[in-house]
């Protein structure tokens, strides 16, 4: 990974007419107006279906794409939409939020009369999708199965035989039409994704993704590769897992996060060679160019808690893979030099070593930096030159908001730093003197990539902030307008970049 910046925005948040973003014409605007910054990635939020809370790190697959992505437009030029059923999927309600409820039924009304239309041809492709892509037939029979259970988990399917995975029982849902629609929509993702990324390469802009550590436990994941988690022993208990992920009480939560999603087998794993995670990974690398791995330091260690635990707190460390995986990953992929580590949380000792021994670039935020009394690692002078450094991430606060928000010695210590004079720290907007001095000290620094969320570039509040950890509503809904993305000045970032050769 070369020096360089980039900029965090989700493609959810693109602006649009559609009620959120899309792989169309906009994505393509924002990548040239990152070119024209001088910026080399474009970080991005998982493609995941959105789950509970709308969140994309909470997915019925861990390899499906969100068909909220698909560009209404890109169907029309492929005669599987008119132009008069694309204006009526507009929505303009509200530029700066997304309306899922909405978007979710209007826009599967719209897929389901585009497949309507697909020829013979075009469902030939999407079989022969299906043959390549086991993942694909895992998830359009879940979803065809999930469609005709009135959207129940899996686990409370009427059907025994299909809850359990029966072989000769799904060969009837395969010839099911609602089956093939499902796979049909995935199709039209991957390839509508691989269209605009080529597009975005193209321009010299490399897409970052994220890749969510765990998967949920209502997922065509766990439903067709049970024995690959640890599953309740006890058939009469209430409780489906054995045992559920979480992270003990840290700088966003004091009882921890109990996520709930079932914990990998890792012993499992190991006797298949890590099959089903090198199939996700390879996944990965054909919808990245860069992966990050969310809650990376569960390779390591991770926090377990017993299911049906009140809170986090209730659980314990224990051990993860560690470098077999990676060995395994480099075996198939020759090495992991296109991977990034969130090794953010408690940092352990063994985390610590973990991090030295697989030498691959972690994370640093500067938003945790600035305790007057500790020369901490978020510090940008403690940068390595091995590292992916952030104002924040998706789960900060804005930059604007942290200031407004954070204790006045944390917040002085942070303007001292940046070099910022004056008493206008306060003051946003693109041109917001507080928020440009911190940036530039972010860019100043030895780490060979530099993240900015666009939320930072705009100088916005705590209003547009994307995800706040432990909170169940109101997050992954921000979007931007084209006039927001417009007021951004380019070119100081352009010259920012010049400065720090970056």
């Not at 204006?87 to 009369?113: C, H, M, P, S, T």
């Not at 585009?114 to 086991?134: G, H, Q």
């Not at 809850?163 to 010839?175: F, G, I, M, Q, T």
Request: proline share 4%.
């Amino acid at each position: 990974m070369k020096r360089g910046s980039g900029v965090l925005m989700h493609i959810a948040s693109l602006p649009g007419p559609f009620g959120i973003g899309v792989f169309g014409e906009e994505a393509i605007a924002f990548a040239k107006q990152l070119k024209s910054q001088g910026m080399t990635y474009w970080q991005v939020l998982p493609f995941s279906y959105p789950g509970m809370g709308n969140s994309p790190y909470q997915s019925f697959s861990a390899f499906a794409g969100n068909w909220l992505f698909i560009d209404p437009r890109r169907l029309m030029t492929k005669g599987l939409l008119r132009a008069d059923e694309v204006v009526g999927a507009e929505y303009n309600v509200n530029k700066w939020r997304i309306d899922y409820d909405f978007i979710r039924v209007q826009r599967e009304k719209l897929l389901r009369l585009s497949y309507t239309r697909a020829d013979e041809n075009l469902k030939n492709n999407v079989r022969t999708f299906i043959n390549e892509n086991k993942w694909v037939d895992d998830v359009a029979m879940y979803l065809a199965i999930k469609d005709a259970n009135y959207s129940k988990p899996w686990w409370e399917w009427s059907d025994e035989k299909l809850k359990n995975y029966d072989k000769k029982a799904l060969e009837e849902v395969r010839k099911e039409d609602n089956y093939l629609f499902h796979a049909y929509v995935q199709y039209l993702f991957c390839t509508e994704w691989a269209d605009i990324k080529s597009q975005i390469n193209e321009l010299g802009i490399k897409i970052v993704g994220d890749m969510p550590i765990y998967v949920s436990g209502d997922s065509s994941d766990v439903w067709a590769n049970r024995d690959l988690f640890k599953m309740a022993k006890d058939k009469a208990s209430e409780e489906i897992f054995e045992k559920v992920a979480g992270v003990p009480p840290d700088y966003f939560c004091e009882d921890g996060q109990l996520w709930g999603n079932p914990i990998y087998d890792w012993a499992k794993h190991k006797k298949t060679n890590y099959d089903w995670w090198m199939n996700r990974i390879a996944e990965n690398y054909k919808l990245y160019d860069i992966v990050r791995i969310d809650h990376f330091r569960a390779f390591s260690s991770y926090w377990e808690v017993i299911a049906g635990a009140k809170t986090a707190r209730e659980g314990e460390w224990v051990k993860g893979p560690g470098m077999d995986f990676f060995h395994e990953m480099d075996k198939r992929f020759g090495d992991s030099s296109r991977i990034i580590a969130e090794d953010l949380g408690e940092m352990t000792p063994d985390l610590v070593e973990f991090m030295k021994v697989c030498g691959l670039p972690g994370m640093k935020v500067m938003q945790f930096a600035f305790n007057p009394n500790d020369d901490c690692v978020y510090l940008p002078h403690n940068y390595p030159a091995n590292c992916v450094a952030y104002t924040g991430t998706h789960d900060n606060n804005t930059l604007l908001g942290w200031l407004w928000e954070v204790n006045e010695a944390e917040r002085n210590e942070c303007l001292k730093y940046c070099g910022f004079e004056g008493n206008n720290w306060g003051d946003g907007g693109t041109r917001s003197a507080s928020c440009r001095a911190i940036i530039k000290t972010l860019w100043m620094s030895h780490a060979d990539i530099v993240i900015v969320p666009v939320q930072d570039q705009l100088g916005y509040g705590g209003d547009t902030r994307m995800n706040t950890p432990g909170t169940a509503n109101g997050n992954w809904m921000i979007r931007f307008s084209n006039d927001d993305l417009q007021s951004i000045d380019n070119a100081w970032y352009k010259d920012l970049n010049r400065l720090y050769r970056r």
